[in-house]
């Protein structure tokens, strides 16, 4: 499936462009999203819902109000795992990028390689500092990712 997919986005334009590897990641990850957030959903009882339609809410009220707050939780464990998928992706990164000025960091981090030659300091520097933004984001979503994951199997 990646041969025809590189030759209609090269044909369009969205080969080493961040726009191509963007509507990838969306079309790659949508199911996944929508799995686990219709999970979040179906968790949050139909009575606060109610509730909410009793004091006056429109629909959308009750959507940008009651269930999107009451989902924090399961937005923050989708940002969490999708980040670091996207972090992590190197198939379609090396296929579609090849301009230096566009590769996402796992791509550039394979330049500290080479075929005979290693040098450890920069591959050691290079992991650390790669891996830097992921712990940053695991702390900061840390409480809502253990909650996420344990309210979206109940129901």
């Known amino acids: ?39 979040y959903f179906l968790s949050i009882p139909k009575e606060i819902c109610d509730a909410a339609k009793i004091d006056g809410c429109s629909d959308s009220q009750i959507f940008w109000k009651v269930v999107l707050p009451l989902a924090k939780s399961g937005y923050a464990t989708l940002v969490l795992i999708l980040t670091y998928w996207t972090w992590n992706e190197f198939f379609f990164a090396v296929t579609f990028l090849q301009n230096a000025k566009v590769q996402t960091v796992s791509i550039r981090y394979l330049r500290f390689t080479e075929s005979h030659f290693t040098n450890f300091a920069y591959v050691s520097t290079g992991g650390v500092i790669t891996i830097l933004p992921i712990m940053f984001i695991c702390i900061l979503l840390q409480k809502r990712f253990i909650a996420g994951l344990t309210q979206g199997g109940l129901k």
């Open 1 to 39: 499936y990646i041969v025809p997919l590189y030759a209609y986005f090269q044909k369009l334009g969205l080969t080493n462009n961040l726009l191509g590897i963007i509507i990838i990641y969306s079309a790659y990850y949508l199911p996944f999203s929508i799995f686990l957030l219709r999970s």
